[in-house]
């Protein structure tokens, strides 16, 4: 590139963005018509409003635009200094619709429409082009993981494209294809101007009543009762009911500014991208965006050049002290540090080594823990949301990000299952300011690094462990996290390469299959231990009957059991959809142990809060520290329980479904249950953290002469898919039903108390369901050398798309993959027995369909009968071990 990467003679001024802004103010018209307050605050702010909106960014435009839009009054924006100049009047302006979740790319595409109507309903230039994208896979994997995507942006109605190298040649001029092995190509994505955008989203919010004060800071958010009462701003304070936090990279300080501090997990790093001159040949505004995925590289069109950005390997995180700045008035060049993506640049398309530069930017952009924006309502203070922390697609995502909120609300609920994107699936935990500047440097990479099924963070691990950690990962544990709790995944046997293993990336037959395949075996013929400590645990009580009627209030079905018992139920909303999926002991008359899935704690916390009339006579605690659970599974785990206990574990003694306090070699307190999340037999053990190694360390010898062997949870998994067993979070969302997926009999209509969502499934049972959770096993696919199923491979019936896997597991027993998923009639109708039993079924893996057995409750054990002379010859290979 002439003139020198480094030299200051190549660019231009200084003041090119300020002066861009300036041009771009003077289009937006005057401070009256948007109803905003100029420097010298013309305009008092109001002393109340129903929803104040921190935030003048493309988000926080968003929320109030649809808010507005939704017919709310009273609305105010405040923003701290002028509108869209931080991160928004210096993002990129790709506007991409691929993203690897489904919530994601279908807000991306409402976003897509939202800019492209914009101008005919404000009159405001927004610079939107259609130009396309194109996602360069230089490697099979890579191509195998583009694939996969295209089949899924395919079931939401965005088109899109497999396309070869000499096409891709063909729609872009400039690219060098020499590496390449395909790309996708998707035709509906588009650029735009950001600040042109966010004014046409000011300007309609405006003229629905939106009040917009520019330079007015919020200090903090005032408190009363545990529900937002108001802002305390440098100009004064505002009463209000709702408080929408859209503060961007300062969302998180102005989350511990409130009177009752909220956790906004999310941190800014230093993300930069080149402009060039025009070239000799203008490259034309409609020219496809350039995301070479392997390069860690994005190029766009832009004044007859490009602009070219990457995510590199090295990030920079910045403002880890705090808040220390206003607006973005441009970050100090690296070029050093932009160095390996410009070369990236030039290898790409070699022909811009001649091409003057314009300017290297630097702006900040936010970041969370998981790669995933957080929205919602806090757990702590009502009345309070949030939406932020958008991983450097604010653009792409702030139109359907804003849509969902308002709905949210407004109704109590987006119009989407948004619970990957729910901020409450983040705790007080992942708030350490250490923690989330090591995290983003990790996270920043990832965004276009090659991520194969079931890839694991690296930082931030050992946060929460259980007490046997030490002594399981002596053993051979390969760990996962999960809401910050270490997890074993499987347990490698001595004389294996570890290193080999954890290293291990494929989208095909992965290298611990015959490791999770005896650990399966194990479970189904001798007896296993998984340790599942993480599992979200509450303790319920009440002085008189507070704790039932409260829980019969919030479970669909009856807990008005006899000591001892253990009910699965779920904790519906209005609309009867799964808030929650747990098991509920009753410990004794009036007080209540609950079970619920890690990533629960905190959403579960608050849904049982939120129900909670205030009450000194009852009581919740979380319980989960207090507790260590041992899973163990399979048949002989009742003589390991009866050695160790001196008590008969025969179902005759101990029924299935049922709780007992009982010793454990010289433990006493633990709560022994009947039953193992698998649908195999089995105890689970919640033993006080105290006697954990104690109990571990006994049931593992007395267990020796069983074949005991330790486990994790790739097993468990098998285990449960094959069992037909949903699991919440995965299966079971917010927009599910039991009626949808054969839990019925967990629904009592008739116990006699007006649960939540009743009326709901009350009419859903007479009008019938549209959606089914099914059972798929795989015919004609070969687990040695095809594709493996993950998740969100589409379903076809009879040629015709009708649903989505939302679980899959290789069955050892059935020696077959298995795939969990809802499927609907297209058009909606009520599906029938009929519908399910006769379609023929495909699932898509990565554009390759399979053809597949549909069921709507588990497979017989017919597979296992075939195989049960083999199974019980080779029993006695676990003596001894």
């Known amino acids: 590139m002439r003139g020198g990467a480094r030299?200051?003679?190549?660019?231009?001024?200084?003041?090119?963005?300020?002066?861009?802004?300036?041009?771009?103010?003077?289009?937006?018209?005057?401070?009256?018509?948007?109803?905003?307050?100029?420097?010298?605050?013309?305009?008092?702010?109001?002393?109340?409003?129903?929803?104040?909106?921190?935030?003048?960014?493309?988000?926080?435009?968003?929320?109030?635009?649809?808010?507005?839009?939704?017919?709310?009054?009273?609305?105010?924006?405040?923003?701290?200094?002028r509108l869209g100049a931080g991160t928004t009047r210096l993002c990129a302006g790709i506007v991409s619709t691929v993203k690897h979740m489904f919530v994601e790319s279908r807000m991306a595409d409402y976003s897509n429409r939202l800019y492209q109507q914009l101008e005919a309903e404000t009159g405001v230039k927004t610079g939107y082009v259609r130009t396309g994208s194109l996602c360069l896979a230089q490697n099979q994997d890579r191509l195998i993981s583009l694939k996969r995507l295209a089949s899924r942006l395919k079931?939401?109605?965005?088109?899109?494209?497999?396309?070869?190298?000499?096409?891709?040649?063909?729609?872009?001029?400039?690219?060098?294809?020499?590496?390449?092995?395909?790309?996708?190509?998707?035709?509906?994505?588009?650029?735009?101007?950001?600040?042109?955008?966010?004014?046409?989203?000011?300007?309609?919010?405006?003229?629905?009543?939106?009040?917009?004060?520019?330079?007015?800071?919020?200090?903090?958010?005032?408190?009363?009762?545990?529900?937002?009462?108001?802002?305390?701003?440098?100009?004064?304070?505002?009463?209000?009911?709702?408080?929408?936090?859209?503060?961007g990279q300062w969302a998180y300080e102005l989350g511990q500014a409130s009177e009752e501090s909220v956790s906004v997990p999310l941190h800014a790093c230093e993300h930069f991208y080149l402009l060039t001159k025009p070239l000799p040949r203008p490259l034309a505004p409609h020219t496809p965006v350039v995301m070479d995925l392997d390069g860690r590289i994005y190029v766009r069109a832009w004044q007859g050049g490009v602009l070219s950005g990457g995510f590199e390997k090295n990030p920079k995180p910045i403002f880890t002290e705090g808040r220390n700045q206003l607006e973005i008035q441009g970050l100090q060049e690296d070029w050093d540090h932009f160095e390996p993506m410009l070369s990236a640049l030039l290898r790409r398309m070699p022909s811009l080594d001649s091409c003057e530069i314009h300017q290297l930017v630097n702006c900040p952009e936010s970041f969370t823990p998981d790669m995933r924006c957080l929205m919602g309502e806090t757990p702590t203070v009502s009345g309070y949301f949030v939406l932020g922390g958008m991983n450097s697609s604010g653009l792409s995502l702030a139109g359907g990000a804003g849509k969902y909120l308002a709905e949210w609300m407004t109704y109590g609920y987006p119009s989407d299952n948004v619970w990957p994107l729910d901020i409450k699936r983040f705790g007080n935990l992942q708030s350490s300011r250490t923690f989330l500047r090591h995290r983003v440097m990790e996270v920043m990479p990832l965004i276009y690094e090659l991520k194969v099924?079931?890839?694991?963070?690296?930082?931030?691990?050992?946060?929460?462990?259980?007490?046997?950690?030490?002594?399981?990962?002596?053993?051979?544990?390969?760990?996962?996290?999960?809401?910050?709790?270490?997890?074993?995944?499987?347990?490698?046997?001595?004389?294996?390469?570890?290193?080999?293993?954890?290293?291990?990336?494929?989208?095909?037959k992965p290298d611990w299959f015959d490791i999770v395949g005896a650990e399966v075996k194990c479970c189904k013929g001798a007896v296993c231990v998984i340790d599942m400590s993480s599992f979200t645990k509450f303790e319920l009580s009440s002085t008189g009957?507070?704790?039932?009627?409260?829980?019969?209030?919030?479970?669909?079905?009856?807990?008005?059991?006899?000591?001892?018992?253990?009910?699965?139920?779920?904790?519906?909303?209005?609309?009867?959809?799964?808030?929650?999926?747990?098991?509920?002991?009753?410990?004794?008359?009036?007080?209540?142990?609950?079970?619920?899935?890690?990533?629960?704690?905190?959403?579960?916390?608050?849904?049982?809060?939120?129900?909670?009339?205030?009450?000194?006579?009852?009581?919740?605690?979380?319980?989960?520290?207090?507790?260590?659970?041992?899973?163990?599974?399979?048949?002989?785990?009742?003589?390991?329980l009866s050695e160790l206990s001196y008590v008969p574990m025969t179902p005759d003694h101990f029924p299935s479904l049922f709780c007992k306090e009982m010793s454990v070699g010289y433990a006493n307190g633990i709560r022994v249950m009947s039953m193992t999340h698998t649908g195999e037999p089995g105890f689970m053990l919640y033993i006080p953290i105290e006697y954990a190694l104690h109990v571990y360390n006994e049931v593992m010898s007395v267990g020796q002469k069983y074949g005991i062997r330790n486990s994790g949870y790739y097993a468990l998994r098998s285990l449960r898919i094959e069992k037909f067993f949903a699991f919440w979070g995965q299966d079971l969302d917010t927009f599910t039903t039991p009626l949808e997926c054969g839990r019925e009999f967990r629904v009592k209509f008739d116990k006699g108390t007006d649960f939540l969502g009743r009326e709901a499934l009350m009419k859903q049972r007479q009008e019938g369901v549209a959606r089914r959770f099914i059972m798929l096993v795989l015919e004609d696919h070969d687990a040695e050398l095809d594709l493996w199923p993950w998740w969100g491979e589409p379903i076809y019936r009879s040629g015709q798309l009708v649903g989505v896997t939302s679980s899959s597991a290789y069955s050892y027993t059935l020696e077959r993959h298995v795939c969990l998923g809802f499927v609907s009639p297209r058009p909606p109708a009520v599906v029938t027995p009929d519908f399910i039993n006769r379609g023929d079924y495909e699932v898509d893996i990565g554009g390759q369909r399979y053809p597949a057995k549909a069921k709507l409750y588990p497979f017989s054990s017919l597979f296992a009968q075939q195989r049960r002379r083999k199974d019980d010859m080779e029993l006695s290979s676990f003596q001894g071990k």
Request: charged share 20%.
């Open 453 to 508: 099924p079931r890839w694991d963070f690296q930082t931030g691990r050992q946060l929460r462990t259980s007490p046997l950690y030490d002594r399981l990962d002596a053993q051979g544990a390969r760990w996962m996290e999960k809401h910050g709790f270490e997890r074993a995944k499987y347990f490698v046997p001595s004389g294996k390469d570890l290193l080999a293993l954890d290293q291990s990336k494929t989208f095909y």
């Open 155 to 247: 079931v939401i109605g965005i088109q899109c494209d497999v396309i070869t190298p000499k096409q891709v040649s063909a729609l872009h001029p400039l690219v060098n294809i020499h590496d390449l092995v395909g790309a996708v190509h998707v035709p509906g994505d588009a650029v735009v101007s950001p600040p042109d955008v966010n004014h046409a989203l000011a300007v309609a919010s405006a003229q629905h009543g939106v009040l917009i004060h520019e330079r007015t800071s919020v200090n903090h958010v005032l408190v009363r009762k545990g529900h937002v009462h108001g802002v305390e701003t440098d100009r004064g304070p505002i009463e209000c009911d709702y408080f929408v936090n859209c503060a």
């Open 545 to 640: 009957d507070q704790a039932l009627e409260l829980l019969q209030h919030l479970c669909a079905n009856d807990l008005d059991v006899p000591v001892g018992h253990i009910v699965h139920t779920g904790m519906l909303n209005e609309r009867g959809c799964y808030e929650n999926d747990c098991s509920v002991v009753r410990l004794s008359k009036n007080s209540f142990f609950i079970i619920s899935p890690t990533d629960q704690q905190v959403h579960c916390w608050a849904w049982i809060r939120k129900h909670m009339r205030s009450d000194p006579q009852l009581h919740l605690e979380d319980v989960t520290w207090k507790y260590t659970a041992l899973n163990l599974i399979g048949p002989r785990a009742m003589d390991v």
């Open 7 to 81: 030299s200051s003679g190549a660019l231009l001024s200084s003041a090119l963005f300020p002066q861009l802004l300036l041009g771009v103010r003077r289009r937006w018209g005057s401070p009256r018509s948007l109803a905003t307050a100029g420097e010298s605050h013309p305009t008092p702010l109001p002393s109340q409003a129903r929803v104040v909106i921190c935030g003048g960014g493309i988000v926080g435009m968003s929320v109030a635009y649809h808010l507005a839009k939704l017919g709310w009054k009273d609305v105010v924006l405040l923003e701290q200094g």
